[in-house]
C-alpha cells in the first residue's frame, strides 16, 4: 500500500501547545534528537502539505502537515529535536509539553540505528511520560555500511512498544511505518512500555509519592510516576508547567509537600543529596540503554568507532581541543574574509561593464537624466554593489561550516564550549 498526501491544506489551531484539526482523523507527534532524519521523514510523507510557525510564545518554529493513509487523514506535528527533556533548554520544554499536555494519538521518537544506545536516552525519558509510543529506527543503510545489526522484535520486546525500521529516504519503507502508527491510533489495546527501574530506596519514595498524588488527583499511572520524579527533582520550571496545563496545585500543596520533604530525609539518609538525584536518575536510564543494546545490536567489526573515540580524544582533549578549534574556526574566517577578495573583485568589473552597457543605451534612447540616475546609479548599483560584497563570503562561509558539520566537528566544537558558557551564564 502506498502513501498518498491530502488534498487538502493544513487546517491548524494553535492554543496551548494544543494543535487540533478537526479534519484530521489522528495527531502525531514526530519526536527524536537532531539529526536522526526526523525531518526527512516528516517531509516524505506530508509532501507540500505542511504548515510552518511559532509555538505559542515561543520563538521556536514548528511545522505540521497532513498525510492521507488507508482512507485516514493524519495530521503530523514535527516537535523540536532534542536529546533531552529534563527542561535544560527552550526546545526541551516544547517536546516535552506537547508529549505531555498535547494529547497527541500516538508519539513516534525517530532513533539513529547506527547509535542507538544515545538515543534511547530520550526514548526512556518520553516513555515515561506516554504509552501511545512507536519507536522508528532509521539509517538503517548506514547501520548496515558500519556492520551493525539491529534485533528490531527483540528491541521491541525489551521496550515493551512498538519498533519499525526504516530509511527515511526511501518512501516505501515508510508504509510500513504507518500501518504501525494507524494500528497504535485505533487499537483499543494498551501498550506497556518497559519503565526504567531506579534504586530500592528511589522505587520505594516514588511509590510513595504516587499513592499520595493519586490520592489528591486523578492521574494516569504514566503521569503519576513521571510527576512523583519530578516533585523529588525539585525543577521547578517543570512542575510549574504541569500545574498549569493540568490546572493541579502542586507546589503549595501541603500534603504533597510534607510527602516530599519526608521522602528528602529518606533519601538523606541513605546517602542521596539533592545534587545527586537527578545524577542517579540519569545514570540509571542510560545503564539501561547499555543493557538493552548489548542485546539487540550486534557489531562484525567491535572497533568500527575506534578511529572516531581516538579522533574525540584529540579534538575535545583539555590540552589540544581549544588550540584545534581555534586554528579551525581562524582558517575559516580567513578564507572567508580573504578569498571572498577575488570573486568580489570579478563581481564589480562584471556590473560594472554592465552598469556602463546600460548608460550608453539609456543615453541611446534619450533617458531623462534623473531617471537614469535614480534606475541606473542608484538602485542598480546600490543592489549590484551589495551582491558583490555578501554574495561570497557567504557562499563560501556557509558551505565551509556545513562540511564541518557533515564531519561531526560542529558538536565537538560545542563540548568544547560548554564549560565557557556555563561560566558565562549562557545556558540553564
Known sequence: MGLSKS??????????????????????????????????????????????????GKTVGNSTGHCFY????????????????????????????????????????????????????????????????????????????????????????????????????????????????????????IINPKKVYYSTVIENCLSELENVLNSQFELSSNLSRWIALKLIDGDKTILNSIEKNLNIELLQNPTIQACVNSIWDTLNSNNIHKNDFRDMIVSSIMY?????????????????????RKIDKILTSKKFGIPIMILFLAGIFWLTIVGSNYPSEILFSMFGWFQNKLLLFADF????????????????????WIVSVMLPPMAIFFPLFTILEDLGYLPRIAFNMDGFFKKCCCTR
Not at 288 to 308: F, G
Not at 370 to 384: F, H
Open 7 to 56: 488534498s487538502t491544506g493544513s487546517s491548524l489551531l494553535t492554543s496551548d501547545l494544543e494543535l487540533l484539526d478537526n479534519n484530521c482523523n489522528y495527531v502525531i507527534a514526530l519526536a527524536g534528537n537532531p539529526n536522526v532524519g526526523k525531518s526527512t521523514i516528516f517531509n516524505n510523507l506530508t509532501g507540500m502539505h505542511q504548515h510552518t510557525g511559532n509555538w505559542p
Open 70 to 189: 488507508q482512507n485516514a487523514d493524519f495530521l503530523f506535528v514535527d516537535i523540536p529535536g532534542t536529546y533531552s527533556i529534563m527542561s535544560n533548554s527552550e526546545e526541551e520544554e516544547i517536546a516535552r509539553d506537547y508529549i505531555c499536555f498535547g494529547h497527541p494519538d500516538c508519539t513516534v521518537i525517530v532513533v539513529d540505528a547506527t547509535c542507538l544506545e544515545r538515543n534511547l536516552n530520550f526514548v526512556f525519558q518520553t516513555m515515561e511520560i506516554t504509552s501511545n509510543i512507536v519507536i522508528c529506527v532509521n539509517l538503517l543503510d548506514e547501520a548496515k555500511k558500519k556492520k551493525i545489526h539491529i534485533d528490531l522484535d527483540k528491541l521491541s520486546i525489551e521496550l515493551g512498544v512498538p519498533v519499525v525500521g526504516v530509511i527515511a529516504r526511501k518512501k516505501k519503507t515508510l508504509s510500513k511505518l504507518m500501518d504501525v502508527i494507524k494500528n497504535v491510533c485505533s487499537s483499543t489495546n
Open 288 to 308: 539501561q540503554a547499555e543493557i538493552i543494546c548489548k542485546k539487540v545490536c550486534t557489531y562484525e567489526d567491535e572497533n568500527y568507532s575506534k578511529r572516531d
Open 365 to 384: 534612447i534619450h533617458l531623462p537624466a534623473w531617471l537614469s540616475s535614480m534606475l541606473i546609479s542608484g538602485v542598480y548599483q546600490t543592489l549590484t
